[in-house]
């Protein structure tokens, strides 16, 4: 599929994302059940890596004081070009050992009031419009319509934003010339703002020994 052909799909879904009721949306999650048990597993483990948007990068600097690069990275799935530079897509918000860097030693999340999209919406997500769950285990538990309705705001609110920065990526992405895999090129990471280059790109020690 060509970058034309995927962004027409792309804005037939956010079409199609216009016309979702929040109202059933609501009942849905209710129906589902949700509450939150303060576990923090979602923030903890090898498998939690959160997706985070410009704008949301720069609402918890704003918040916290960092630079760029102390909330979010780049992930490690991606591409060489011939140059031996590394390209890879959207950001990560920085781990500390398995927990997210955000995850205090309280057990809670330190930039609550800033916390991206995906956090708000756990556990649940949107795929092409339709509901799902991950697990978790506040599911089941007892919600009034009033916090459905909240979690489904967000939840359209995240799944819009998710298909406009894609077009937005796909509109500024520039393809280039595969490469080989190599240690010490540039990282460049593409967004819905375009290009950022990065440091050099360093392997894993297991993937160097390997």
Known sequence: MSIDERIAELELALRRAGEIS?????AAIQEIGFSCRLCGECCRGEDNSVVVFPQEIRSIQDATGL???EVAGPPQEGEWDREGCFHTLEWRLVKDGPSCRFFDKRGRCSIYPNRPLLCRTYPFYLDEGVLRVS??????????????ERI???????????IQESIALLQRYRDFERGP?????AIIVHDSEGEHRL???RK???????
């Open 22 to 26: 929040l109202g059933s949306l609501a």
């Open 152 to 162: 489904a705001a967000q939840l359209l609110r995240r799944h819009i934003t998710e």
């Open 135 to 148: 697990l978790c285990r506040g599911l089941g538990g007892s919600i009034d319509l009033a916090g459905a």
């Open 204 to 210: 894993k020690r297991e993937e160097r020994s390997a």
């Open 67 to 69: 630079a760029w690069q």
């Open 199 to 201: 440091g050099l790109y």
């Open 181 to 185: 895999a190599v240690d010490g090129g």
